[in-house]
């Protein structure tokens, strides 16, 4: 799937779990949902911490999981 076809909102990283996964809570609702890095992060080694602001992706057809795309500075 193209990033141009995820659809994208803004957050607050709120935990880290086991696994690269984070616990994300949206800014526009009090809607907390998981998302993982998403492959260029990775490959890249950019380092997501509690308290980040950050872009996450979510697929059409699933709005419960996410990627997170990109990270504010």
């Known amino acids: ?13 709120m935990d880290v779990s ?6 994300i809570q949206l800014e526009n609702k009090d809607i907390k949902v998981s998302a ?7 490959r890249y080694n950019i380092q997501v911490v509690v308290g980040d602001r950050v872009t996450v992706g979510f697929s059409p057809k699933d709005l ?10």
Do not use: F, N, P
Request: one cysteine or more; a positive charge.
């Open 1 to 13: 799937m193209a990033k141009s076809d995820l659809t994208q909102l803004d957050g607050h990283v």
């Open 18 to 23: 086991a696994g690269g996964v984070y616990k």
């Open 36 to 42: 993982k890095l998403c492959g260029k992060m990775r």
């Open 64 to 73: 419960t999981t996410g990627l997170i795309i990109y990270r504010y500075r």
